[in-house]
């Protein structure tokens, strides 16, 4: 069973950065390689949203308009990370990351993700 868990999170004023990390346990790593890895997020009184997914073997990424040009998407073995650069209040949120060994490119729906971590929590000041 593949276990997510997530870390980075915390308080940053605007236009700093911060990396989240998802690491990924409970499975082998060419069963890691092969997973496609998403980031989501849920801010306070608001449904889940979509941020960013990369491929399993094939490393493709696919942003959401709100994030792109400002967060980035990488992983490696057993690690996938979201580099967020010039973050602004409204992406505040509870951020977290989900794999999936199958699905429809770009997996923008979270009902394709089997595997969830617990999130980290995000918040921007003004």
């Known amino acids: 069973q593949v276990q997510l868990v997530e870390s980075g999170g915390g308080l940053v004023p605007a236009a700093h950065s911060l990396t989240l990390t998802c690491e990924m346990s409970?499975?082998?790593?060419?069963?890691?390689?092969?997973?496609?890895v998403g980031w989501f997020r849920q801010a306070l009184g608001k449904d889940r949203e979509f941020v960013a997914v990369?491929?399993?073997?094939?490393?493709d990424t696919f942003y959401a308009n709100s994030v792109k040009d400002r967060f980035t998407i990488r992983r490696d073995t057993t690690k996938a990370y979201l580099l967020m650069n010039n973050l602004q209040p409204e992406d505040t949120a509870v951020y977290t990351c989900?794999?999936?060994?199958?699905?429809?490119?770009?997996?923008?729906?979270?009902?394709?993700?089997?595997?969830w971590g617990q999130g980290t929590e995000v918040t921007v000041s003004s």
């Open positions: 409970g499975g082998t790593f060419g069963g890691f390689r092969s997973l496609t």
């Open positions: 989900a794999a999936s060994r199958s699905g429809t490119w770009p997996l923008r729906d979270g009902s394709e993700y089997r595997f």
């Open positions: 990369i491929g399993g073997t094939n490393d």
